[in-house]
């Protein structure tokens, strides 16, 4: 039987035409005129394993690209085909009335044409010498066929006034034959003959008539109503027999919901379950009737397709009024999710029946979903924000053992490890309620949400970055860069343990928490259950788009780890004044003073050596077992007070072209300076690649400055190495700062 399948809307990435364009390529190697077969074969038995993989889910590529297109294919004319089967259908009705009509007339005429002729000649006749044995024959007695000619219309109407359906029907292919038999051996008159089948095709539409109007009566049920259809069929009306079917199951389902009434505080998913019993057990009677009377004839199995998914529409738009509408709008996804899945249940038992209406549905009930989705996502972000304004940001463990918000026991017991991270108050509601949120993404998958569920949870994430960010010190001034938070207060982070604490929330939350929460998305979790060569081909499909989204959660991490970083390098460089504590000047001026040179790094040096120390033992105590993140917030750090040495072009325009030239103390201080940084980063293992170039960059400019003042560089460089500016002696010097700062 034929099946209707609605198209799923998808809003293609840049990503799908890129691979599709790749698989169209892939396929002009088959398309070619000069395709080898045999050879093409040849040449792919030789390649090794890995190459055999590659080829073997290049073809899968391919295969899913062909049932794609085919799905397409199908979706786009599926309609017309529907329609012009109608219409051929319809048309095909029309030419067989017109065809009974045109034989009445046709022996209506001849007839006519036959009386006209007998009485013509009736004078000539009488007046001949046979006229004795005309007269004669008109006084014979009449045949037993011309009797019974005379009397079957009394017959059939007897028959059709008594309703005995089976002997009128029997009485009608009797007749039928007699005018057959009469036209082949000429034994009625034409007058009889055509007054023989013009009762015939009176009675017949008069027994049509009777069985529509007893069709369509209520009381009509069961094995009377596929009888009264049948014998519609038998006198030569299919369509109208399959219309009437449909119509007495139609009417039969609505007069059963009389008796179901939604009310607004009626349960959504109760409603729907009655509903949806009432309308698919409908359609799947009228199905199995269909196929009983009507067989699989393609006009009436499109006909059929068409009535179900009209009906199935019908559904759809009662349950997005009385059940849906109410959950979408306060964000109750799990109760949108309930009824959906509800109503997917029973629609897809019709499957077995070759119905496939599931498409249907989830394209009606999407809208809802979505609005619920939304509203969800926006709760979620809603109670965050409420709670961070609050939030005394001292990370802890959460609250209890067990949730309170309803995550059942084998979950809890699931992600017991899950419960052993710290975080701030506000991260931890944040974290529980997409945990919750998490818990319904069943109809997300089968509608086809699972990306626009990423995207939404992510933009909350990102708003979440964004208040943690405003929590910062100085950032109040620059609210209007966060769009939309602004008008949300957020308690600021005044120490450093509680900055620390900020950025553990988010790195906590985008590397594990929300990853593993949105591996619930993955279809392998909700209800694939096949071998492992179909869950490792779903696994490879969905990674790339979980893993982009991960890179883009940690990109908002990387937001406000920069943020931190910048806002401690410019309390380390800048005064409350404004004034800087890193310029040319304390390096120019040191040739220019007759006081004793101590050896020892700058002040700037040694309070960014301090703050590294102390933001390393908070770190320590906070990122247990992600130390990696707290290393790279070091080398963040660190990179940023280097970075900004190395780009102050005022720093360097003093130092190339100032009033004063650098001399050879001031070479040497710099020199130190840089050399205490590079040999602290090495010892606390956060000397990155990146910090080493730009610290070579640093000197090997100052060596530039040196040498335009006339001063051979490299002469001083070895003497630098000679005078005791080693390794040793930085060290030395670095126990010294690390007890200064103890």
């Not at 989705?373 to 965050?384: D, G």
Request: with cysteine.
């Amino acid at each position: 039987m034929a099946t209707a399948k609605t198209g799923r809307s998808t809003r293609p990435t840049t990503a799908a035409k890129e691979n599709g364009t790749k698989i169209e390529e892939g396929l002009n190697v088959f398309k070619s005129d000069r395709f080898d077969a045999d050879a093409f074969v040849q040449s792919k038995c030789s390649l090794n394993d890995k190459e055999i993989r590659q080829l073997c889910s290049y073809l899968l590529d391919l295969k899913r690209a062909s049932a794609e297109e085919m799905r397409k294919s199908v979706y786009a004319n599926y309609s017309a085909f529907i329609r012009t089967s109608k219409e051929i259908s319809d048309l095909e009705g029309e030419l067989s009335s017109i065809r009974n009509l045109l034989s009445t007339q046709a022996t209506l005429i001849h007839g006519l044409a036959e009386g006209v002729r007998i009485d013509s000649l009736s004078p000539k006749v009488s007046e001949g010498p046979n006229a004795n044995s005309l007269l004669n024959i008109e006084d014979r007695e009449p045949s037993d066929l011309e009797k019974w000619s005379a009397e079957f219309p009394d017959h059939l109407d007897v028959l059709l006034a008594e309703k005995r359906v089976d002997e009128a029907l029997a009485a009608l292919d009797e007749g039928e034959q007699a005018v057959a038999e009469a036209k082949e051996t000429n034994s009625l008159s034409p007058a009889a003959l055509t007054y023989l089948q013009t009762a015939i095709v009176e009675r017949k539409q008069k027994l049509s008539d009777q069985l529509a109007e007893a069709a369509c009566q209520p009381s009509t049920r069961g094995a009377e109503l596929r009888a009264a259809i049948l014998a519609l069929k038998k006198l030569g009306d299919g369509p109208r027999a399959h219309s009437l079917l449909l119509n007495a199951h139609f009417q039969r389902y609505q007069y059963n919901m009389l008796s179901l009434r939604p009310s607004s505080t009626s349960y959504g998913g109760a409603y729907t379950a009655a509903l949806s019993q009432l309308v698919f057990s409908a359609i799947a009677q009228a199905a199995s009737a269909s196929l009983r009377i009507f067989g699989k004839e393609p006009a009436y199995t499109s006909e059929l397709v068409v009535w179900a998914t009209k009906q199935t529409e019908a559904f759809a738009l009662l349950v997005k009024r009385h059940a849906l509408a109410s959950s979408a709008a306060a964000g109750g996804l799990r109760a949108a999710a309930e009824c959906v899945q509800i109503a997917l249940g029973h629609c897809s038992l019709l499957e077995a029946r070759g119905l496939a209406l599931c498409p249907v549905l989830l394209k009606l009930f999407r809208p809802s979903v979505e609005q619920a989705l939304n509203a969800n996502l926006k709760r979620i972000e809603e109670s965050t924000a409420a709670l961070a304004a609050a939030d005394d940001w001292v990370l802890t463990y959460p609250p209890g053992s067990n949730r309170q918000s309803g995550w059942p026991s084998s979950a809890s017991l699931g992600n017991t490890t899950a419960f052993q991270h710290k975080l701030t108050s506000s991260a931890h509601r944040f974290n529980s309620m997409v945990q919750d949120f998490f818990e319904d993404v069943g109809p997300l998958l089968s509608m086809q949400l699972g990306g626009q569920t990423l995207e939404g949870l992510f933009q909350v994430f990102d708003s979440y970055v964004n208040m943690l960010i405003r929590a910062l010190p100085g950032s109040m001034d620059e609210e209007a860069d966060f769009g939309g938070t602004g008008n949300k207060i957020v308690r600021i982070a005044e120490t450093e343990g509680q900055q620390i604490a900020l950025l553990a929330n988010a790195s906590l939350l985008a590397d594990e928490l929300l990853p593993r929460a949105a591996m619930k998305l993955s279809p392998s979790q909700a209800s694939y259950k096949d071998d492992h060569r179909r869950r490792t081909s779903d696994r490879q499909n969905r990674h790339p788009e979980q893993r982009e989204w991960k890179r883009r959660l940690v990109g908002s991490v990387e937001r406000l780890k920069n943020t931190f970083c910048q806002q401690h390098a410019l309390d380390l460089i800048f005064t409350e004044e404004g004034d800087s504590h890193l310029t040319a000047e304390m390096y120019i001026n040191m040739d220019g003073t007759a006081e004793e040179v101590e050896w020892f790094p700058s002040p700037i040096f040694q309070e960014l050596f301090a703050k590294l120390n102390s933001i390393a033992s908070l770190a320590a105590d906070m990122f247990v077992g992600r130390e990696r993140f707290a290393t790279l917030l070091l080398v963040r750090l660190t990179e940023t007070v280097i970075i900004w040495l190395s780009e102050d072009q005022s720093f360097w325009d003093d130092i190339e072209e100032g009033p004063r030239p650098l001399g050879p103390l001031g070479l040497q201080q710099l020199y130190l300076d840089i050399k205490f940084v590079i040999c602290f980063a090495s010892q606390g293992r956060y000397l990155s690649r990146n910090l080493h170039r730009v610290v070579n960059d640093i000197i090997a400019k100052a060596m530039a400055a040196f040498a335009a003042t006339g001063m051979d560089p490299y002469g001083w460089e070895v003497w630098l190495n000679i005078v005791g500016f080693n390794g040793k002696m930085v060290l030395a010097i670095l126990k010294v700062v690390g007890c200064m700062c103890k």
